[in-house]
């Protein structure tokens, strides 16, 4: 017997947290055996960010079920990956958080789960939480359902009360869980079998992708009907109409060589699967999401899965930096290139595409996260290179409008911080869809906002809210085209000579600024060494030592207190800069910089354009 299941919810409800107990109680793990905590999250950026990136298959043996799981990432850039999981599964466990509630991704994949006519089974997580407010939770959930018309038998989904933390399940409130065995009842006795018939023709639907430099593609999906061995000779069908396939271009014919099944952490090779077991296969060059399996005799094709299209995109460029290849092995036009081009074979939302410049290569993703994983992830292998400021996609209507992207953004704040969140999000070309008073004195405001107008705001609001604000957004739909939107507000502390940074400099200058720069820090001219408290940009020294003579004995204001600089992230960069500067990312440091490094140049370039606005 087989079940197979999807997690799926809002960033940090705890999918892979559940996961966790669920494999530890269902004994996947040897007694004496040390496992890590989320031990799913296992590439190190998952580790070290506390973040699924991406989908990961794994299964339990329950009482003699074999329960196929798919632990799925919240996080808005990773939403299409969850719509294409969703196709290899026959039920889901909805999480949401019990004093969050449903949130926009929550939206999101569950109006795709119950699209596709999965049955859920609701766990409300967290319930160990002080502020935790489960039942009203619950309401909120149902209302969801309703919202996006949920089948009667859809809505008549079981709900448990959970604590992934504690690994605890239950059905009634007033009597707490003592482990997970009520929800691996539900998912036995709510989900219902695979029904493919393993007497039939062989049939699969590639859902997924995993990538190894030895077998090269590997497919992951369920097989839908029949039976597969190694070295059975098998066709793989380009996407198209479903149906019985003829002659067409694209069929590649070939045999499978691996072929393996999903058993704990562990991925078992195998020398046959059948219908209903979801397995990974390797052996076809032109393996892509959305394409089908058969056999030989009944090319039949299943209806494929379209790859969502980026939204956003940054030029990845040589680094030309003064301090370029200090620390990176990787730092060529060259190696550049090929590294990108490699990504693509395993990141399917991705594209990369030359420019007249062999310097320079587009970079499209769905969002910051995904093109910044992207970054943090080459200058871990040791790559260096210069990225732009982020342009959003537009697109053409078909009545030859402009569109460009807009994002439903959430922001839940204490009732104090309203009304700057309102006056911020005003000129950015918000529109305010919903306010609703959360109780506890705190507010949630939902907005429709051109992705162009959150570049930039998330620093500000943490700002404007003390950090006590919690926003997410996430892609909604094309919509026209806002018009110009304002710029960063402030400018930028430049620095106009190489040197070391110097505390009496900053010491100096932070009254009127926020350094990004300490102590000991090289700079370079034109590097961005802080954020102007004013608008415009000032050039100035941060090498500059204290005079040594006529200096008064008393080394008091030898000790300047300079407050902390602020952290540069990559994502922080990228909603940052202007077009006129660059991120410099090497294996050790993120640096903003000017295009244009010497501070002549930049004047003339800066006259040169107020001329021709002038004409
Ligand atoms: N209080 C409490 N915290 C929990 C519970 N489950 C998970 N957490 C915490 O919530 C955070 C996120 O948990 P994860 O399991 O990584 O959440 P996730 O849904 O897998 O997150 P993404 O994969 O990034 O979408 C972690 O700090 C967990 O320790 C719970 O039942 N109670
Ligand atoms: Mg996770």
Known sequence: MIRNIAIIAHVDHGKTTLVDKMLRQAGAFRANQHVEERVMDSNPLEKERGITILAK?????WHGTKINIVDTPGHADFGGEVERILRMVDGFVLLVDAAEGPMPQTRFVTRKALALGLRPIVAINKIDRSDAEPLRVHDEVLGLFIDLEATHEQLDAPFLYTSSRAGTATPELEQPGTDLSPLFQRIIDDVRAPKGDPEGPFQMLVSTLDYSSFLGRIAIGRI???RVKVGDSVVLLPMGEPGIVGEEPGIERGRVTKLYTFDGLHRVEVTEASAGDIVALSGFESIEIGKTFTSVEQPERLLGIAVEEPTISVDFIVNNSPFAGRDG??????QLRDRLFRELERNVALRVEPTDSPDTHTVSGRGELHLGILMETMRRE????????PRVITRQSESGERMEPYEELMIDVPEEYVGV??????????????MRNNGQ????????????????????????TRGTGIMHHRFLEYGPWAGPLAGRKRGVMVADRE????????GNLQERAQMFVEPGDLVYEGMVAGENARPG???VNVTKEKKLTNMRASGSDDNVLLEPPRAITLEYAMEYIEEDELIEVTPQTIRLRKRVLQANDRKKAARAARVADAV
Do not use: C, H, W
């Not at 040197?499 to 900053?506: E, P, Q």
């Open 537 to 539: 940009d000032l050039d």
């Open 224 to 226: 839908e009907r029949g």
């Open 57 to 61: 298959n794994t299964a339990v043996n």
């Open 329 to 334: 092995k990787f730092v060529t036009s060259r």
């Open 421 to 434: 969140v309102m006056e911020k999000l005003g000129p950015r070309r918000s529109e305010i869809l919903e």
């Open 499 to 506: 040197g070391t940074v110097v505390a009496f400099a900053l």
């Open 441 to 464: 004195g705190s507010t949630r405001l939902t907005f429709k906002i051109p992705s162009r107008g959150l570049f930039g705001y998330r620093s500000e609001f943490m700002t404007d």
């Open 382 to 389: 040791g790559y260096e290179f210069q990225v732009s400021r």
